[in-house]
Each structure stands twice: as structure tokens, then as C-alpha cells.
């Protein structure tokens, strides 16, 4: 209920405490709106999944910095883990879904 502002059962008559399905950064719930009745299946993030992906990422990246820098062979994967990190921000945020 953090996200919507108000408590799961001033918008859901009805929740399932039990996931449909899940997956690394969230789980899926079946819910029935409290407004119309209407079966839908909400998304909940993992506590916590955002910034332990952001932290991890930002350490590959840096990784993959120093690589680069003490290994002329190594390939420099900066700017693919950069645009990883850009993606996972944005998958992370339900808001643009």
C-alpha cells in the first residue's frame, strides 16, 4: 500500500497474500478492486530489490572500469554495464509500466 497512498483494502476488496508468480524483482498478486469488482493482478516489488541492483551494478561497472584500465587486452564493458544500469532503474519504477 505504500506506493498507492493509502491502505490495500481501501483499494482492493479482495488480495491475494499469495503470489501468482515471481521473479527477481517483484512477485504478482490476483486483487479485486474495491471500486468495481474487477479481477487484476498487481505487481509488488521485492523490498529493497532497487537499490541492492543499483549498488551491485555500480560495483560491475566500476569493476569493469578497472579492467579496462590495468588489462589493455580486457574488453572495456563501461558502457554496456552503464546502460544496464540505466534499464534496471527503469524497470525497477512500476510507475512507467
Known amino acids: 500500500g505504500q506506493d498507492l497512498g493509502k491502505p490495500l ?24 478492486l474495491r471500486s468495481s469488482g474487477q479481477k487484476v493482478c498487481v505487481k509488488v516489488q521485492h523490498k529493497g530489490v532497487a537499490s541492492m541492483v543499483g549498488t551491485d551494478l555500480a ?11 590495468y588489462h589493455p587486452d580486457a574488453p572495456d564493458a563501461t558502457d554496456l554495464i552503464r546502460e544496464w544500469r540505466r534499464a534496471s532503474r527503469e524497470g525497477g519504477d512500476f510507475k512507467l509500466e
Open 9 to 32: 483494502e481501501h483499494v482492493f476488496k479482495d488480495f491475494s497474500e499469495r503470489p501468482i508468480a515471481s521473479a527477481s524483482v517483484a512477485q504478482a498478486h490476483v486483487a479485486y
Open 59 to 69: 560495483t560491475v561497472e566500476f569493476i569493469c572500469k578497472r579492467a579496462a584500465k
